[in-house]
């Protein structure tokens, strides 16, 4: 795979092993995302590689799909759903749904951060999922099908996204879907929820505690389900 044509040399290839449930994931990524900026890429549409980091969200949300639910055991919850992931960097609640049998399509507006998803689902199941290009606010969606379930983790974290997501995502939905999102506390969060909700989304929220670089992070997981 061509990881290493992504990081153009400005960086190396790092490995964080993350637990999940009694499973240890192996994720590659960049060692150093912030060598990755470019100042055009910026200056032209405000593109940050925020793909090349592991966020705490990230850990939550795939902690979150290996856990029973009130209402099913991981395995019933997630074998055979259609699941897609919006802005899944290098992926690891990804290939924790597909562990867990569901049908993925793991998606960035990054071909890096597709790539990285790909490569860390093949090395840690041997299998992967199908990757797509996506961009929130010029979303492309011909053909990717619909969704029984849609994750995201740390994705609120610009004001633009809000609207941009929020019309986005029922589009993805099968009927009776349901939206993970796992968000740090993001500010424009509770706006996003307020969006969801008049558009007929019943939100409900839990803390998780993950922990980074010697402290701890509480992430909120809302769950989105039509009314
Ligand atoms: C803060 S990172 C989180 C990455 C990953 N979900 C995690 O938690 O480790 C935000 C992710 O959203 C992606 N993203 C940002 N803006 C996007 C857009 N307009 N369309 C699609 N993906 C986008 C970024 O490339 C990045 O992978």
Excluded at 21 to 40: K, N, S
Excluded at 116 to 140: I, K
Excluded at 185 to 201: C, D, H, I, V, Y
């Amino acid at each position: 795979m061509r990881l290493r044509s992504h990081l153009r040399g400005l960086t190396e290839l790092a490995e964080t092993l993350i637990e999940v449930e009694g499973a240890t994931y192996r994720i590659t990524h960049p060692a150093a995302a912030d060598a990755l900026i470019d100042e055009e890429e910026f200056a032209r549409d405000e593109q940050l590689p925020y793909w090349a980091d592991l966020w705490p969200s990230a850990v939550a949300l795939a902690r979150s799909l290996s856990r029973p639910s009130a209402r099913h055991v991981p395995e019933e919850r997630l074998a055979g759903r259609r699941v897609v992931e919006l802005g899944c960097g290098v992926g690891l609640p990804s290939a924790v749904a597909l562990a867990r049998g569901a049908r993925v399509t793991a998606t960035d507006h990054y071909a890096a951060a597709l790539d990285f998803a790909r490569y860390n689902a093949l090395a840690n199941l041997g299998y992967g999922p199908c990757t797509r290009l996506l961009d929130w606010h010029a979303p492309r969606t011909e053909g990717i099908g619909c969704f029984d379930l849609v994750l995201a983790a740390d994705v609120l974290y610009e004001e633009r996204n809000v609207p941009a997501l929020a019309a986005l995502i029922p589009t993805l939905l099968a009927p009776g879907g349901e939206v993970l999102i796992a968000d740090p506390r993001r500010k424009n969060a509770p706006s996003f929820l307020e969006t969801m909700q008049a558009g007929g989304f019943r939100p409900s929220t839990e803390e998780h505690s993950v922990p980074s670089d010697g402290r701890t992070i509480t992430v909120l997981l809302h769950r989105l389900r039509t009314c």
